[in-house]
């Protein structure tokens, strides 16, 4: 069932890239992303009040629901779309592939989770095929003032997902359920989105086109509903690192989209990034140590 739920998300996820590019237009991106997830939110309400899904939560819940949903919800998505402003979009996906290391990190730092050599050789692995997927992108970047406030966002949005994972480890080890989690998070990131929106004097109207209409559809449900909540599922049930790493694997399908809708160019070097990135999600879901299978390998040739 892990299995199955781990390659669900590498597919929803990676279509959301192509979805997400179909909502650039006249409409703001923080009116977009309201949308988006208060669609979302009133699915899920509805949802839980209807297969009795939603529990009842303590007043102390509520306020880590509302910190998840600012950096899950609301932040880390004003930061990529400004990240890809000043930067192309495959490095800012090269940066958010870094999730798993600021899982891995953070993780140590609030629970004590010490990652494993596994993970850290496969993460390794693993981002160099993702360089190597964006190595066009990465060859023709100069550094610049924008390029470095370009990577300063990506890497803020980033972190901010990070926090929102370790919350939802939180809310694990306080036995809430990812679905409420999710569902109480997502208002709360529609709350922190309309202050922005209200701040900004933005205007609300959006665009009634049926690329943009479907794509926010795609974006609300599959994307967020589904995505979100079973992600969250998939942190506790094999940890913030390894569920992290289907970030680094999402990449893949959206270039497969991409050669499907914007004529992508497939290259030697993305070819191997592939290859890289295929080994590392390998390498980091073996339990026995990387070396010891080395070992044997060499008393085998001896």
Known sequence: MTAFLYALMIFVWGFSWIAIKWQQGSTPMEVSILYRFLFAAIVMFIIGKAF??????????????????????????????SSTTYIASGLTAVIMATAPIFNAVHGRIFYGIKASNNFWFGAVIGLTGISLLFAGDLMQTNLSKEVLLGLFYALAGTWCFSIG???????????????????????????????????KGLSFEITLS????????????????????VYLLLVDRIGANNASYLLVITPIVALIISSIFENYQWTVFSTLGLLCVVLGNVITQIKKPILCYFWKFQIIKQ
């Not at 009795?52 to 779309?81: E, H, M, P, R, W």
């Not at 049926?210 to 979100?228: D, E």
């Open 210 to 229: 049926t690329r943009y209409l479907a794509s926010l559809a795609y974006l609300a449900i599959p994307a967020s509903v589904i995505g979100f909540t």
């Open 165 to 199: 994972n370790m919350i939802s480890i939180r809310n694990n080890k306080n036995k809430v359920q990812p679905f409420t989690a999710t569902s109480y998070a997502m208002i709360y990131g529609c709350i922190t989105l309309l202050l922005i929106i209200l701040f």
């Open 52 to 81: 009795n899904k939603l529990q009842s939560v303590k007043i102390t819940d509520q306020k880590y629901f509302a910190v998840q949903g600012a950096c899950l919800f609301c932040c880390n998505f004003l930061f990529f779309y």
